[in-house]
C-alpha cells in the first residue's frame, strides 16, 4: 500500500505507477497494467483516472492497434498482421492470421479493449465471421459483468453508510 494524504495525492501515484515506476522497476508495460476502481465520480474515479492515465502515456490514439480502438470506439480486424506497421513495437505477427480487436464501453466510457489473436494453430485460416460473433457477444457479456460489479459496489456503499448513520442515532 501507498499512502496519499488527498485523492489528488492518490491519483497521481496511481499515474506514476502505470507510466514509471511499474514498467521501469518491474518491466510490466504500461499496456499490461489494468487500473480497477470502485467509483465513477472524484478524483481517484474511472472519469478522472482515466483521464490522467491518457494523458499520462497517451495510448490513445498513439497509432497503436489498441490504441485507435480507444480512440474511435470501432471494432477492428485485422486479417494479416504481418503486414500491419501497428504490430510491429506490440508483438511479432508472424504466424498471425488475425487480430480482433473490441472496444469495452459501459455508460458512453471506454473502460478497456478486448483483443483476440488468431495463429497458425487454425491451419492458417483467418477468423471466421461466426468467430468474430463471439467475441462480439463475449464482450458485451464482459461490459455487462462490469455494470453489475458498479452496481453491487454502490449499493455496498450505501448499505455501509445506512449502517454507520443507524449506529450514530
Do not use: W
Request: with cysteine; aromatic share 6%; glycine share 8%.
Amino acid at each position: 500500500f501507498l499512502p496519499a494524504r488527498s485523492e489528488d495525492g492518490a491519483a497521481q501515484t496511481i499515474v506514476e505507477l502505470c507510466a514509471t515506476r511499474l514498467p521501469k522497476n518491474m518491466g510490466i508495460p504500461p499496456e499490461h497494467i489494468q487500473v480497477l476502481t470502485p467509483t465513477k465520480k472524484g478524483n481517484v474515479g474511472t472519469v478522472s483516472l482515466n483521464k490522467l492515465l491518457q494523458e499520462g502515456f497517451a495510448l490513445v490514439g498513439d497509432g497503436s492497434f489498441v490504441g485507435n480502438i480507444a480512440q474511435s470506439k470501432l471494432p477492428e480486424y485485422v486479417n494479416n498482421p504481418a503486414r500491419d506497421n501497428r504490430f510491429s513495437n506490440t508483438l511479432s505477427p508472424e504466424g498471425l492470421t488475425g487480430v480482433i480487436g473490441e472496444p469495452l464501453i459501459c455508460d458512453d466510457m471506454l473502460f478497456g479493449v478486448i483483443v483476440a489473436i488468431n495463429n497458425n494453430r487454425n491451419y492458417g485460416a483467418p477468423f471466421s465471421p461466426s468467430q468474430r460473433e463471439h467475441l462480439h457477444h463475449l464482450t458485451s457479456q464482459i461490459v455487462l459483468m462490469h455494470q453489475l460489479v458498479n452496481s453491487y459496489s454502490a449499493m455496498n456503499r450505501r448499505e455501509r453508510i445506512d449502517q454507520e448513520l443507524e449506529f450514530a442515532r
